[in-house]
């Protein structure tokens, strides 16, 4: 499969997901030594920046601002975020999203459900210049209210726009011979989304640049890594670049030092940033993701669970399943028709659904909350009462401009209401890597001997 824009390849494997250090800071023991395994996949090199997200708000305006006003506003990063209890922060809380002195500087103010939104956006427009690119729809900049181009409703064939001069030759008789493509047709992309906490931790890690002899076009590579990085550089390097040369000292990546140091002093600035820098800052691990420990903490998929170690499985582990399925017409099983938004309707699947086709431990379409109460965790999380934790607590992953190095070690983690903001949390997507696990889309999944070797 193609790589979608400002993704880079993150090949997948087994490794070693937990603290590596000492919980001193909270003692709470919530992320347990253990080995999983995580699948390929592609992520942002750097974190979703005020440039990006203001392109998603100016397109929202554009869509939706005259019949939806309050949709584009609810888009809109929490400016007063960055208002804080004896701090003066009003000139970043009126220029930090909007002055283009910050638009390269990675967006905060948004909550989980906003991230989600973001995504879910950027894969329809991704794919429609796909399409477009291909012949097969021609620009469409009148888009507006359900006449929106969405992937779903494209493949439905709830959404025409305009159509290119190409067109997907259809063999169904009763088709006229044409037909919207698919992802059978190997063009579309599969949608951009949050991290699940594993996928963000192995990528952090970087762990890839530990194996001493990785696969090349001219040896199979060992299955061995040689040690466990603490932060995401190297197993050599703590929070300042080591080698003797010019950069000697400096931080690696964007955080808080005790004592009230933020930056370091003038003439001599550390890290050379107050606030969040510049996304492309700081040093890139072994994968090229940049800040994954330092500039701002990230959002990710999961649902908080202090026992999530004890209840995940071992192969791409995840807490935070809801299942849903499409609106359909009780007389002939067909789509229901989109909404104003130009959505294809979903609605939950239902308790006689799930326990009819799956396991009787799926009794339920919502499993944020599964296993609460049984014989291992043994424990009902009643927001308010005994706990700050529900199902709508979100993980949020690595340390931020106002952290301590701590938090720089990807194995830790934090959560927050996914309602929530914070001047000090923005996010980054990523997308499945589908058929083989490596990067070749040339090469196929397996192993193979013989004359079975050179078949494709």
Same mark, same amino acid.
């Given at each position: 499969?193609?790589?979608? +824009?400002?993704?880079?390849?993150?090949?997948?494997? *087994?490794?070693?997901?937990?603290?590596?250090?000492? /919980?001193?800071?909270?003692?709470?023991?919530?992320?347990?030594?253990?080995?999983?395994?995580?699948? $390929?996949?592609?992520?942002?090199?750097?974190?979703?920046?005020?440039?990006? &997200?203001?392109?998603?708000?100016?397109?929202?305006?554009? @869509?939706?601002?005259?019949? &939806? +006003? /309050?949709?584009?506003?609810?888009?809109?990063? /929490?400016?007063?975020? #960055?208002?804080?209890?004896m701090s003066y922060n009003e000139p970043l809380v009126q220029y930090y999203y909007t002055h283009a002195a910050y638009q390269h500087y990675p967006v905060v103010g948004v909550n989980w459900y906003q991230a989600n939104d973001f995504a879910m956006w950027r894969s329809d427009r991704v794919n429609e210049m796909i399409l477009i690119s291909?012949?097969?729809l021609k620009t469409n900049p009148n888009q507006s209210g359900e006449d929106v181009f969405t992937t779903e409703t494209y493949i439905a064939g709830q959404y025409d726009g305009t159509p290119g001069k190409r067109r997907m030759a259809d063999l169904?008789?009763?088709?006229?011979?044409?037909?919207?493509?698919? &992802?059978?047709?190997?063009?579309?992309?599969?949608?951009?989304?949050? +991290?699940?906490? @594993?996928? #963000?931790? &192995?990528?952090?890690?970087?762990?890839?640049?530990?194996?001493p002899e990785p696969r090349t076009k001219r040896r199979r590579g060992e299955e061995v890594i040689t040690d466990r990085n603490v932060y995401p550089w190297s197993a050599k390097e703590g929070t300042r670049y080591?080698? *003797?040369?010019?950069?000697?000292?400096?931080?690696?990546?964007?955080?808080?030092?005790?004592?009230?140091?933020?930056?370091?002093? !003038?003439?001599?600035?550390?890290?050379?940033?107050?606030?969040?820098?510049?996304?492309?800052?700081?040093?890139?691990? !072994?994968y090229g993701l940049y800040n994954m420990a330092g500039n701002v903490s990230e959002w990710v998929l999961d649902t908080y669970r202090p026992n $999530?170690?004890?209840?995940?499985?071992?192969?791409? +582990?995840? *807490?935070?399943?809801?299942?849903?399925?499409y609106k359909r017409l009780a007389e002939d099983n067909t789509l229901e028709e989109k909404d104003s938004l130009g959505r294809l309707q979903r609605r939950y699947m239902t308790d006689e659904e799930m326990q009819s086709r799956f396991r009787m431990q799926?009794?339920?379409?919502?499993?944020?909350? @599964?296993? /609460?109460?049984d014989s291992i965790s043994n424990y009902v999380y009643k927001y308010g009462e005994n706990t700050l934790v529900n199902d709508d607590s979100k993980v949020i992953k690595g340390a931020s401009w106002a952290d301590r190095s701590y938090w720089m070690s990807p194995g830790t983690r934090r959560y927050m209401?996914?309602?929530?903001?914070? $001047?000090?949390?923005?996010?980054?997507?990523?997308?499945d890597r589908l058929g083989s696990p490596n990067g070749n889309n040339n090469e196929r999944a397996g192993n193979y001997f013989g004359k079975e070797s050179r078949r494709r």
């Open positions: 499969m193609q790589n979608g +824009p400002g993704l880079t390849f993150v090949e997948g494997g *087994r490794f070693t997901m937990g603290m590596t250090e000492t /919980d001193l800071p909270t003692r709470e023991r919530n992320n347990i030594v253990r080995t999983v395994s995580v699948s $390929s996949f592609y992520m942002d090199e750097t974190e979703v920046s005020n440039l990006h &997200y203001r392109e998603y708000v100016y397109w929202l305006n554009r @869509a939706y601002g005259n019949d &939806y +006003p /309050d949709l584009v506003a609810k888009a809109n990063p /929490d400016q007063t975020a #960055w208002r804080q209890t291909y012949g097969l169904d008789p009763n088709s006229g011979g044409k037909r919207n493509a698919n &992802y059978a047709d190997g063009i579309l992309l599969p949608n951009y989304r949050l +991290p699940t906490e @594993a996928e #963000w931790e &192995y990528a952090a890690y970087g762990n890839v640049g530990n194996n080591g080698l *003797r040369n010019e950069y000697q000292g400096e931080f690696l990546g964007n955080t808080f030092r005790a004592g009230g140091d933020a930056m370091g002093v !003038a003439g001599g600035l550390n890290d050379n940033a107050d606030i969040p820098a510049p996304v492309y800052s700081y040093k890139p691990n !072994a $999530s170690h004890q209840d995940a499985n071992e192969f791409r +582990p995840f *807490r935070g399943n809801v299942y849903e399925t799926m009794r339920s379409a919502d499993l944020r909350g @599964a296993f /609460d109460g209401q996914a309602n929530h903001t914070s $001047s000090t949390v923005g996010f980054r997507c990523v997308m």
